[in-house]
């Protein structure tokens, strides 16, 4: 690479940022998509390391973060920030008169900007309503979530997507407490959980029942799902991508769809013969995901769940 990049400037914590720059393999005229742009840690990195050719794409639906992101990276006529979220890159890039890209980045952890802000319903820390929408314009509410859906869904949810094994007597509390008076705040929610869960494990639980409510409304792993079903049709040949996953639900699907594309052959295993005629699409960079140094967790705290996974189109 011909210039070299500097985190001075940057506003907040990119997470294994170093990493990502690594593995993204810049090229100066290339096109990069960040699809959680977020305050722009990541992408201001990216930029500078691309010239007047290159161009840098950045997604987000958080009105706030996008906004906050324009005003540190500034306006360069290579940087496009937009309002909208991964699974639309499609369309989005159709829109841009971009057909391929050089390389595609997924940060899948929430910014501080996010957990901080009581308004936005995100962590249990905090007193505020129970919104946990991107958007604050979602069509869907954990509001609505824990005062409408029958005991059963809530049971179902905090399980699969918090992996929470106390989910059974969760549901039941969250449902008696509701037919006496609606959970319309974060402190309330909290203070049901905590009749159930012991002192010893509630913040643990707290996260991850926080973290359940937070996937449904914003259909997380869906959109997740479907970005890495396409992903390759707009990632140019020798293009990479890299995702940072912080929790095991989103790097297992990451895992498991790397691992799809990179297969060369589908056939059951007794077939002595190759029929399926498939060919990988992918080079996987990272047979074990990449995890923050120790210095980096001292630093930043809410890295320590952070596991980096690269691929690239062959």
């Known amino acids: 690479m011909a210039s070299k990049w500097s985190s001075d400037k940057l506003t ?18 290339g096109v990069y998509l960040d699809g959680t742009v977020g305050l722009g840690g990541h992408a201001a990195a990216i930029l500078s390391l691309l010239s007047e050719n290159g161009a840098l794409v ?3 639906l958080d009105e706030e973060a996008l906004t906050r992101c324009k005003e540190s990276i500034g306006a360069a006529s ?17 829109t841009l008169k971009l057909s391929q890209i050089d390389g595609l980045l997924l940060d899948l952890g929430l910014s501080s900007l996010q957990l901080d802000t009581p308004e936005r319903g995100f962590s249990y820390r905090f007193d505020g309503p129970l919104h946990m929408g991107f958007s604050m314009t979602s069509s869907i509410t954990a509001n609505e ?20 094994p106390m989910a059974v007597s ?28 012991p002192p010893r494990y509630l913040n643990k639980s707290l996260s991850r029942i926080f973290q359940a409510l937070r996937i449904s409304v914003n259909s997380e792993l869906e959109a997740l799902a479907e970005v890495l079903k396409n992903f390759i049709n707009y990632l140019k040949p020798g293009g990479r991508m890299v995702t940072i996953s912080y929790h095991s639900l989103e790097d297992r699907i990451v895992k498991q769809a790397f691992r799809e594309h990179a297969r060369s052959c589908i ?36 890295s320590r769940s952070a596991k980096l996974r690269a691929v690239e189109r062959i």
């Open 78 to 94: 290579n940087c496009h920030l937009i309002s909208g979220t991964f699974s639309e890159i499609p369309t989005i890039l159709d």
């Open 170 to 197: 969760v549901a039941k509390a969250i449902v008696k407490q509701r037919s006496k008076s609606d959970i319309n705040t974060t402190t309330e929610l909290r203070k049901v959980i905590s009749t159930i869960v």
């Open 58 to 60: 950045g997604l987000d």
């Open 12 to 29: 907040h914590t990119p997470v294994l940022l170093k990493e990502t720059i690594d593995y993204l393999n810049i090229k100066r005229d």
């Open 267 to 302: 056939c059951p295993p007794k077939l002595p013969i190759c029929q399926c005629n498939q060919k990988a699409s992918l080079q996987i960079l990272t047979p074990h995901p990449i995890i923050p140094s120790e210095e980096e967790i001292n630093a930043n705290s809410r």
């Open 145 to 164: 979530i824990i005062n409408t859906w029958p005991e059963y869904d809530l049971r179902i949810l905090i399980k699969k997507y918090g992996e929470d």
